[in-house]
Protein backbone atom coordinates (compact mmCIF):
# COMPACT_ATOMS: atom_id res chain seq x y z
CA UNK A 1 0.00 0.00 0.00
CA UNK A 2 1.56 3.28 -1.15
CA UNK A 3 0.99 5.85 1.81
CA UNK A 4 3.11 8.32 0.32
CA UNK A 5 1.05 11.55 -0.29
CA UNK A 6 1.49 12.99 -4.03
CA UNK A 7 3.26 15.84 -4.25
CA UNK A 8 1.33 18.46 -6.00
CA UNK A 9 0.34 19.10 -8.86
CA UNK A 10 -1.75 16.70 -9.48
CA UNK A 11 -2.25 15.51 -12.79
CA UNK A 12 -5.12 15.15 -14.26
CA UNK A 13 -7.06 13.66 -17.22
CA UNK A 14 -10.47 14.45 -18.21
CA UNK A 15 -12.26 12.11 -20.46
CA UNK A 16 -15.11 13.77 -22.56
CA UNK A 17 -14.15 16.88 -24.24
CA UNK A 18 -17.80 18.70 -24.46
CA UNK A 19 -19.84 21.58 -22.64
CA UNK A 20 -18.24 19.86 -19.12
CA UNK A 21 -14.68 18.99 -20.58
CA UNK A 22 -13.61 22.01 -22.30
CA UNK A 23 -14.81 23.94 -19.17
CA UNK A 24 -12.89 21.63 -17.08
CA UNK A 25 -9.82 22.41 -19.13
CA UNK A 26 -10.18 26.11 -18.82
CA UNK A 27 -10.41 25.97 -14.80
CA UNK A 28 -7.48 23.92 -14.62
CA UNK A 29 -5.13 26.61 -16.68
CA UNK A 30 -6.10 28.22 -13.47
CA UNK A 31 -5.14 26.14 -10.90
CA UNK A 32 -1.31 25.95 -9.71
CA UNK A 33 -2.07 22.34 -7.28
CA UNK A 34 -3.43 20.44 -10.95
CA UNK A 35 -2.21 20.30 -14.11
CA UNK A 36 -4.13 19.10 -17.45
CA UNK A 37 -2.09 15.99 -18.54
CA UNK A 38 -4.90 13.99 -20.26
CA UNK A 39 -7.83 14.82 -22.59
CA UNK A 40 -10.14 12.16 -24.29
CA UNK A 41 -13.21 12.48 -26.41
CA UNK A 42 -15.16 9.97 -28.72
CA UNK A 43 -12.41 10.33 -31.66
CA UNK A 44 -9.11 10.73 -29.67
CA UNK A 45 -7.07 11.47 -27.35
CA UNK A 46 -4.19 13.57 -26.09
CA UNK A 47 -1.31 13.62 -23.47
CA UNK A 48 1.52 15.36 -22.38
CA UNK A 49 3.44 14.47 -19.11
CA UNK A 50 4.44 18.94 -18.92
CA UNK A 51 1.10 19.69 -19.27
CA UNK A 52 -2.15 20.19 -22.40
CA UNK A 53 -2.38 23.59 -23.67
CA UNK A 54 -6.04 24.20 -22.64
CA UNK A 55 -6.35 26.68 -25.61
CA UNK A 56 -4.96 24.50 -28.40
CA UNK A 57 -7.33 21.56 -27.22
CA UNK A 58 -10.19 23.58 -27.57
CA UNK A 59 -9.43 25.00 -30.68
CA UNK A 60 -8.16 21.45 -32.55
CA UNK A 61 -11.56 20.17 -31.12
CA UNK A 62 -14.01 22.56 -32.32
CA UNK A 63 -12.07 22.73 -35.65
CA UNK A 64 -11.45 19.35 -36.45
CA UNK A 65 -13.90 17.54 -33.85
CA UNK A 66 -11.20 15.89 -31.60
CA UNK A 67 -8.10 16.56 -29.54
CA UNK A 68 -6.77 13.58 -31.12
CA UNK A 69 -5.64 16.05 -34.04
CA UNK A 70 -3.34 18.05 -31.51
CA UNK A 71 0.14 17.94 -32.76
CA UNK A 72 2.82 15.55 -31.14
CA UNK A 73 0.27 14.98 -27.95
CA UNK A 74 -2.57 13.90 -29.97
CA UNK A 75 -4.07 10.24 -31.29
CA UNK A 76 -7.08 9.32 -33.23
CA UNK A 77 -8.52 6.96 -32.09
CA UNK A 78 -12.45 5.21 -31.90
CA UNK A 79 -11.00 3.73 -28.25
CA UNK A 80 -9.83 6.84 -26.93
CA UNK A 81 -10.36 5.93 -23.27
CA UNK A 82 -9.34 2.71 -23.42
CA UNK A 83 -6.37 3.21 -25.30
CA UNK A 84 -5.45 6.34 -22.95
CA UNK A 85 -5.58 4.00 -20.01
CA UNK A 86 -3.22 1.52 -21.17
CA UNK A 87 -0.44 3.98 -22.81
CA UNK A 88 0.15 3.72 -18.92
CA UNK A 89 1.27 7.76 -19.01
CA UNK A 90 1.15 8.98 -15.34
CA UNK A 91 -2.16 10.60 -14.49
CA UNK A 92 -3.25 10.77 -10.79
CA UNK A 93 -7.07 11.31 -11.06
CA UNK A 94 -10.16 12.00 -13.93
CA UNK A 95 -12.99 13.94 -13.96
CA UNK A 96 -15.08 11.79 -16.11
CA UNK A 97 -16.91 14.61 -18.30
CA UNK A 98 -18.73 12.15 -20.31
CA UNK A 99 -22.49 11.32 -21.29
CA UNK A 100 -24.34 8.80 -19.53
CA UNK A 101 -25.66 7.16 -22.73
CA UNK A 102 -26.89 4.83 -22.41
CA UNK A 103 -27.28 4.85 -18.63
CA UNK A 104 -24.63 2.29 -18.19
CA UNK A 105 -21.90 3.69 -19.99
CA UNK A 106 -20.14 5.74 -16.75
CA UNK A 107 -19.92 2.33 -15.09
CA UNK A 108 -18.83 0.62 -18.35
CA UNK A 109 -15.94 2.84 -18.09
CA UNK A 110 -15.22 2.10 -14.00
CA UNK A 111 -14.89 -1.33 -15.23
CA UNK A 112 -12.47 -0.44 -17.69
CA UNK A 113 -10.20 1.38 -15.46
CA UNK A 114 -10.67 -1.97 -12.91
CA UNK A 115 -10.03 -3.99 -15.52
CA UNK A 116 -6.39 -2.40 -16.92
CA UNK A 117 -5.45 -2.33 -13.42
CA UNK A 118 -5.08 1.43 -13.09
CA UNK A 119 -4.91 2.97 -9.42
CA UNK A 120 -5.74 6.85 -8.78
CA UNK A 121 -8.97 8.62 -8.28
CA UNK A 122 -11.91 9.02 -10.71
CA UNK A 123 -14.32 11.38 -9.76
CA UNK A 124 -18.04 11.64 -12.05
CA UNK A 125 -21.21 14.47 -12.56
CA UNK A 126 -23.46 11.09 -12.98
CA UNK A 127 -26.73 12.52 -12.67
CA UNK A 128 -29.60 9.93 -12.34
CA UNK A 129 -29.81 7.31 -9.55
CA UNK A 130 -30.11 3.85 -11.17
CA UNK A 131 -26.64 4.98 -12.20
CA UNK A 132 -25.50 5.66 -9.40
CA UNK A 133 -26.87 2.71 -7.96
CA UNK A 134 -24.68 1.07 -10.14
CA UNK A 135 -21.55 2.21 -9.29
CA UNK A 136 -22.35 1.39 -5.89
CA UNK A 137 -22.53 -2.02 -6.61
CA UNK A 138 -19.25 -2.14 -7.76
CA UNK A 139 -18.04 -0.75 -4.18
CA UNK A 140 -15.96 -4.05 -3.10
CA UNK A 141 -14.30 -4.38 -6.70
CA UNK A 142 -13.06 -0.50 -6.93
CA UNK A 143 -11.79 -1.17 -3.36
CA UNK A 144 -9.92 -4.05 -4.22
CA UNK A 145 -8.83 -2.22 -7.68
CA UNK A 146 -7.41 0.57 -5.09
CA UNK A 147 -9.66 3.05 -7.25
CA UNK A 148 -10.84 5.60 -5.16
CA UNK A 149 -14.10 6.92 -7.09
CA UNK A 150 -15.87 9.78 -5.78
CA UNK A 151 -19.42 9.68 -7.56
CA UNK A 152 -22.13 12.52 -7.41
CA UNK A 153 -19.54 15.49 -7.85
CA UNK A 154 -21.33 17.64 -10.27
CA UNK A 155 -23.91 20.52 -9.02
CA UNK A 156 -26.93 18.22 -8.51
CA UNK A 157 -26.02 15.74 -7.64
CA UNK A 158 -23.04 17.30 -5.98
CA UNK A 159 -22.95 21.31 -4.26
CA UNK A 160 -26.13 20.83 -3.41
CA UNK A 161 -26.66 17.56 -2.04
CA UNK A 162 -23.18 18.26 0.18
CA UNK A 163 -25.25 21.13 0.93
CA UNK A 164 -28.23 19.36 2.13
CA UNK A 165 -25.87 16.93 4.28
CA UNK A 166 -23.59 20.01 6.21
CA UNK A 167 -27.61 22.08 6.29
CA UNK A 168 -29.35 18.58 7.97
CA UNK A 169 -26.56 19.37 11.08
CA UNK A 170 -29.42 21.76 12.42
CA UNK A 171 -31.72 18.67 12.73
CA UNK A 172 -32.93 15.72 14.58
CA UNK A 173 -34.96 15.18 12.11
CA UNK A 174 -35.26 15.41 8.01
CA UNK A 175 -38.44 16.34 6.56
CA UNK A 176 -37.77 17.31 3.42
CA UNK A 177 -35.16 18.70 0.72
CA UNK A 178 -35.98 20.09 -2.32
CA UNK A 179 -33.80 21.02 -4.84
CA UNK A 180 -34.95 23.38 -7.34
CA UNK A 181 -32.45 24.29 -10.37
CA UNK A 182 -32.11 26.96 -13.21
CA UNK A 183 -29.56 26.29 -15.76
CA UNK A 184 -28.86 28.87 -19.03
CA UNK A 185 -27.08 28.29 -21.58
CA UNK A 186 -26.82 30.02 -25.12
CA UNK A 187 -27.03 26.83 -27.06
CA UNK A 188 -28.21 23.66 -26.75
CA UNK A 189 -25.04 22.16 -28.59
CA UNK A 190 -22.33 23.37 -26.48
CA UNK A 191 -24.07 20.50 -23.89
CA UNK A 192 -25.43 18.04 -26.01
CA UNK A 193 -25.29 15.48 -23.41
CA UNK A 194 -26.74 17.65 -20.41
CA UNK A 195 -29.97 18.74 -22.42
CA UNK A 196 -30.40 15.10 -23.68
CA UNK A 197 -30.00 13.38 -20.66
CA UNK A 198 -32.54 16.08 -19.71
CA UNK A 199 -34.89 15.40 -22.19
CA UNK A 200 -34.69 11.44 -20.87
CA UNK A 201 -36.86 12.99 -17.95
CA UNK A 202 -40.03 14.43 -19.85
CA UNK A 203 -42.55 12.33 -19.50
CA UNK A 204 -42.86 10.32 -21.95
CA UNK A 205 -39.63 10.30 -22.65
CA UNK A 206 -36.68 7.47 -21.37
CA UNK A 207 -33.14 7.93 -21.65
CA UNK A 208 -33.11 5.51 -24.70
CA UNK A 209 -35.28 7.52 -26.66
CA UNK A 210 -33.70 10.29 -25.99
CA UNK A 211 -30.19 8.77 -26.96
CA UNK A 212 -31.83 7.86 -30.08
CA UNK A 213 -33.07 11.68 -31.08
CA UNK A 214 -31.30 13.08 -34.33
CA UNK A 215 -30.18 16.56 -33.73
CA UNK A 216 -32.94 18.01 -35.84
CA UNK A 217 -35.14 16.13 -33.38
CA UNK A 218 -33.53 17.73 -30.29
CA UNK A 219 -33.99 21.39 -32.22
CA UNK A 220 -38.07 20.26 -33.02
CA UNK A 221 -38.51 19.50 -29.67
CA UNK A 222 -36.55 22.72 -28.24
CA UNK A 223 -38.84 24.90 -31.10
CA UNK A 224 -41.70 23.70 -29.31
CA UNK A 225 -40.75 24.97 -26.20
CA UNK A 226 -39.19 28.13 -26.96
CA UNK A 227 -36.03 26.70 -25.94
CA UNK A 228 -37.16 26.05 -22.33
CA UNK A 229 -36.94 22.01 -20.78
CA UNK A 230 -39.57 22.63 -17.23
CA UNK A 231 -38.45 19.41 -15.30
CA UNK A 232 -40.05 17.92 -12.27
CA UNK A 233 -39.70 14.99 -9.72
CA UNK A 234 -36.51 13.52 -11.83
CA UNK A 235 -34.90 10.62 -10.88
CA UNK A 236 -31.77 12.06 -9.64
CA UNK A 237 -29.09 10.64 -7.24
CA UNK A 238 -29.58 13.24 -4.55
CA UNK A 239 -32.05 10.86 -3.21
CA UNK A 240 -30.02 7.46 -3.08
CA UNK A 241 -26.79 9.50 -1.93
CA UNK A 242 -28.80 11.75 0.79
CA UNK A 243 -30.14 8.13 2.10
CA UNK A 244 -26.48 6.67 2.08
CA UNK A 245 -24.89 9.04 4.04
CA UNK A 246 -27.88 8.53 6.60
CA UNK A 247 -29.35 11.75 6.54
CA UNK A 248 -33.18 11.05 5.36
CA UNK A 249 -34.89 8.81 3.10
CA UNK A 250 -35.01 9.20 -0.41
CA UNK A 251 -38.69 9.53 -0.95
CA UNK A 252 -37.87 12.85 1.62
CA UNK A 253 -35.52 14.23 -1.33
CA UNK A 254 -37.42 16.10 -4.64
CA UNK A 255 -35.43 17.68 -7.55
CA UNK A 256 -36.70 19.98 -9.98
CA UNK A 257 -35.66 22.58 -12.44
CA UNK A 258 -35.82 24.80 -15.46
CA UNK A 259 -33.29 24.53 -18.53
CA UNK A 260 -33.06 27.41 -21.03
CA UNK A 261 -31.12 26.32 -24.32
CA UNK A 262 -31.14 29.97 -25.31
CA UNK A 263 -30.26 32.46 -22.95
CA UNK A 264 -27.45 32.29 -21.18
CA UNK A 265 -29.11 33.63 -17.87
CA UNK A 266 -30.27 31.17 -15.54
CA UNK A 267 -34.38 30.98 -15.44
CA UNK A 268 -34.24 31.15 -12.14
CA UNK A 269 -31.79 30.88 -9.03
CA UNK A 270 -30.94 27.38 -8.15
CA UNK A 271 -30.95 26.79 -4.25
CA UNK A 272 -31.28 23.75 -2.27
CA UNK A 273 -34.54 24.02 0.45
CA UNK A 274 -33.97 21.69 3.81
CA UNK A 275 -36.64 21.15 6.24
CA UNK A 276 -36.55 19.43 9.47
CA UNK A 277 -37.34 19.68 13.24
CA UNK A 278 -34.85 20.58 15.66
CA UNK A 279 -34.00 18.93 18.62
CA UNK A 280 -36.60 21.34 20.87
CA UNK A 281 -39.44 20.76 18.42
CA UNK A 282 -39.49 23.59 16.27
CA UNK A 283 -39.92 23.00 12.43
CA UNK A 284 -37.52 25.20 10.05
CA UNK A 285 -35.99 25.37 6.53
CA UNK A 286 -32.61 26.25 5.36
CA UNK A 287 -32.23 27.70 1.84
CA UNK A 288 -28.71 27.69 0.47
CA UNK A 289 -28.80 29.69 -3.20
CA UNK A 290 -26.21 29.76 -5.82
CA UNK A 291 -25.73 33.02 -7.45
CA UNK A 292 -27.22 33.91 -10.61
CA UNK A 293 -24.06 35.00 -11.74
CA UNK A 294 -22.42 31.43 -11.27
CA UNK A 295 -22.81 29.43 -14.41
CA UNK A 296 -23.41 25.26 -14.80
CA UNK A 297 -19.73 24.87 -16.14
CA UNK A 298 -18.60 26.63 -12.50
CA UNK A 299 -21.14 24.77 -10.21
CA UNK A 300 -19.86 21.78 -12.08
CA UNK A 301 -16.19 21.65 -12.93
CA UNK A 302 -15.34 23.66 -9.32
CA UNK A 303 -16.65 20.83 -7.05
CA UNK A 304 -15.73 17.87 -9.21
CA UNK A 305 -12.11 18.79 -9.02
CA UNK A 306 -12.47 19.85 -5.08
CA UNK A 307 -13.77 16.31 -5.02
CA UNK A 308 -10.68 14.98 -7.08
CA UNK A 309 -8.42 16.90 -4.48
CA UNK A 310 -10.56 15.10 -1.38
CA UNK A 311 -10.10 11.70 -3.24
CA UNK A 312 -6.38 11.86 -3.47
CA UNK A 313 -5.92 12.79 0.28
CA UNK A 314 -8.37 9.90 1.22
CA UNK A 315 -6.37 7.45 -1.89
CA UNK A 316 -2.86 8.85 -0.42
CA UNK A 317 -3.95 7.43 3.02
CA UNK A 318 -4.72 3.96 1.33
CA UNK A 319 -8.42 4.50 0.83
CA UNK A 320 -9.96 3.46 -1.95
CA UNK A 321 -14.20 2.55 -3.23
CA UNK A 322 -16.77 4.65 -3.72
CA UNK A 323 -17.73 7.91 -2.09
CA UNK A 324 -20.10 10.25 -2.78
CA UNK A 325 -20.83 13.65 -2.24
CA UNK A 326 -23.12 13.65 0.54
CA UNK A 327 -20.27 11.87 2.63
CA UNK A 328 -16.90 13.86 1.69
CA UNK A 329 -16.34 17.41 2.25
CA UNK A 330 -14.70 18.80 -1.15
CA UNK A 331 -10.80 20.00 -0.49
CA UNK A 332 -10.40 23.86 -2.14
CA UNK A 333 -8.24 23.58 -5.52
CA UNK A 334 -5.35 26.52 -5.54
P1 LIG B 1 -21.22 16.95 -24.29
O1 LIG B 1 -22.24 16.28 -25.13
O2 LIG B 1 -21.01 18.42 -24.49
O3 LIG B 1 -19.79 16.25 -24.50
C1 LIG B 1 -19.60 14.90 -24.35
C2 LIG B 1 -18.14 14.57 -24.69
O4 LIG B 1 -17.93 13.16 -24.45
C3 LIG B 1 -17.76 14.81 -26.16
O5 LIG B 1 -16.47 15.39 -26.20
C4 LIG B 1 -17.71 13.42 -26.76
O6 LIG B 1 -16.77 13.32 -27.82
C5 LIG B 1 -17.23 12.61 -25.56
N1 LIG B 1 -17.55 11.18 -25.68
C6 LIG B 1 -18.74 10.61 -25.98
N2 LIG B 1 -18.61 9.27 -26.03
C7 LIG B 1 -17.31 9.01 -25.75
C8 LIG B 1 -16.54 7.81 -25.68
N3 LIG B 1 -17.10 6.62 -25.88
N4 LIG B 1 -15.23 7.92 -25.39
C9 LIG B 1 -14.65 9.12 -25.18
N5 LIG B 1 -15.31 10.27 -25.23
C10 LIG B 1 -16.64 10.22 -25.52
O7 LIG B 1 -21.52 16.61 -22.76
P2 LIG B 1 -21.81 17.62 -21.57
O8 LIG B 1 -23.07 18.37 -21.86
O9 LIG B 1 -20.56 18.37 -21.25
O10 LIG B 1 -22.17 16.63 -20.35
C11 LIG B 1 -21.27 15.70 -19.79
C12 LIG B 1 -21.92 14.99 -18.61
O11 LIG B 1 -22.03 15.87 -17.48
C13 LIG B 1 -23.33 14.47 -18.86
O12 LIG B 1 -23.41 13.12 -18.45
C14 LIG B 1 -24.20 15.32 -17.98
O13 LIG B 1 -25.33 14.67 -17.47
C15 LIG B 1 -23.26 15.65 -16.84
N6 LIG B 1 -23.71 16.84 -16.10
C16 LIG B 1 -23.82 16.75 -14.76
C17 LIG B 1 -24.26 17.84 -14.01
C18 LIG B 1 -24.37 17.77 -12.52
O14 LIG B 1 -24.69 18.77 -11.90
N7 LIG B 1 -24.15 16.63 -11.89
C19 LIG B 1 -24.60 19.03 -14.67
C20 LIG B 1 -24.45 19.10 -16.04
C21 LIG B 1 -24.00 17.99 -16.75
Known amino acids: MNTQPHPLPLRVGVLGFGGLGQAAAKLLSSKQEMILVAAADQKGYAYSREGLNTQSCITTYQNQGTVGYLEQVGTLSNNSIQDLITTSQPVDGYFLALPNLPNDFIPSVAKQF ?104 VEALLDKTNGVLTLANMEHADDVMLEIAG ?77 TAAEIMPKFVK
Open 247 to 323: ICSRDRVTVGGVVDTRNPQKPLSTNVKITGRTFEGKISTHTFTLGDETSMAANVCGPAFGYLKAGQELHNRGISGLF
Open 114 to 217: IQAGWRGVLVDAIKRTSAVEQLLAMKDELQAAGITYMTGCGATPGLLTAAAALAAQSYAEIHKVEITFGVGIANWEAYRATVREDIGHIPGYTVETARAMTDPE
